[in-house]
């Protein structure tokens, strides 16, 4: 199959994603793909943007640079789209059954729904009764209320900061430094280079790690 003229910079991002992801999901696809090579599909729209596989689209773009060319596939959806790795002989090797296994427990991984977008889209613009039981999604939108309730009340530095050493007096910071990653591969590789696991809610560390326990900040937002 030919290769298309279109740029990876041709192609965008979802605009409304429900999947928001995780840092370990997009490091896990990352890795994949840097270790094993291509999985999975990217689906977009006629214009462009992406609604399917848009953590994809975005790790290409670190991973590739955006003046790459991809393989693209114009179809009606009428039709199914197979992908054949040439440079994989038999779908028992090593290489394949790893990413077989891969592509579904990134999707695992990285699922971070949006349920305030999800119960949008559910109300106006298609039901998804076929991929979320009413039930299913009364649960989901329950343990969100439950996640902000907890979340209140936290900005009270009493309550953000007991047991941190900053709050205690004890083992003040010498010096404290912003560190600032143009994306996310950096960020992955600097979380291995200190060792140190790096969440969404992580704000500060310190370096050499301190016990769990006081080791990283976290702020609820």
Do not use: C
């Not at 003229?5 to 041709?10: C, G, H, I, N, R």
């Not at 975005?58 to 789209?81: C, L, N, W």
């Not at 349920?115 to 298609?126: A, F, T, V, Y």
């Not at 007991?162 to 979380?191: C, T």
């Amino acid at each position: 199959m030919a290769k298309s003229k279109a740029k990876l910079s041709d192609f965008t991002v979802q605009s409304k994603n429900v999947n928001r992801h995780k840092n370990r999901g997009m490091k896990a696809l990352s890795d994949t793909i840097e270790n094993s090579g291509w999985i999975g599909a990217i689906t977009t729209a006629a214009n462009g943007e992406t609604f399917a596989g848009s953590a994809r689209l975005e790790v290409s773009y670190d991973r590739f640079g955006q003046e790459i060319e991809p393989i693209t596939v114009h179809t009606t959806g009428d039709r199914p789209v197979i992908v054949i790795r040439d440079d994989i002989p038999t779908a028992s090797d090593p290489k394949a059954v790893k990413l077989g296994v891969a592509d579904n427990r990134i999707s695992e991984l990285n699922y971070d729904p949006d349920i305030e977008l999800l119960i949008e889209i559910n109300d106006e613009i298609i039901q998804l009764d076929d991929l979320y039981y009413e039930d299913e999604l009364a649960a989901l939108v329950a343990s969100n209320e439950d996640e902000q309730n907890q979340g209140e009340g936290t900005n009270d530095p009493n309550e953000v900061w007991q047991g941190m050493p900053e709050f205690n007096g004890d083992a003040v910071a010498n010096k404290s430094i912003h560190v600032h990653f143009e994306s996310m591969d950096d960020y992955y590789q600097f979380s291995e280079l200190i060792n140190q696991k790096l969440t969404d809610k992580t704000r500060s560390i310190w370096f050499p790690p301190k016990p769990e326990s006081i080791s990283q900040v976290y702020v609820t937002e």
